[in-house]
Nanobody
Framework: QVQLVESGGGSAQPGGSLRLSCAASRSVRFYDMAWYRQAPGKQREFVATISGGGTTDYADSVKGRFTIFRDDAKNTVYLQMNNLGPSDSAKYYC??????WGQGTQVTVSS
């Protein structure tokens, strides 16, 4: 079993930034970790992933604005989100291998 706890969500203005954290109860070093998001009335969608080897990939909608990275010593994966827009408003979820999921953290972008 792996517990994932997201934090760092909140409110931001358009153009602002937030950093989400995903603290894992076990090592994230050798596993594929990812962030997904789900807005009200929409399906959950992929945002970003980082492989065990450190390779990253992003949804087209966030490329150049979001950065996924991890701190192996802290068993934590981060999502740095810059230049936020209203369409980024959603509940953000962390997952390990799409098997283990956190409870999510809400991000709201509005003026």
């Amino acid at each position: 079993q792996v517990q994932l706890v997201e934090s760092g969500g909140g409110s931001a203005q358009p153009g602002g930034s937030l950093r989400l954290s995903c603290a894992a109860s076990r090592s994230v070093r050798f596993y594929d970790m990812a962030w997904y998001r789900q807005a009200p009335g929409k399906q959950r969608e992929f945002v970003a992933t980082i492989s065990g080897g450190g390779t990253t990939d992003y949804a087209d909608s966030v490329k150049g604005r979001f950065t996924i990275f991890r701190d192996d010593a802290k068993n934590t994966v981060y999502l740095q989100m810059n230049n936020l827009g209203p369409s980024d408003s959603a509940k953000y979820y962390c997952t390990r291998g799409e098997i283990y999921w956190g409870q999510g953290t809400q991000v709201t972008v509005s003026s």
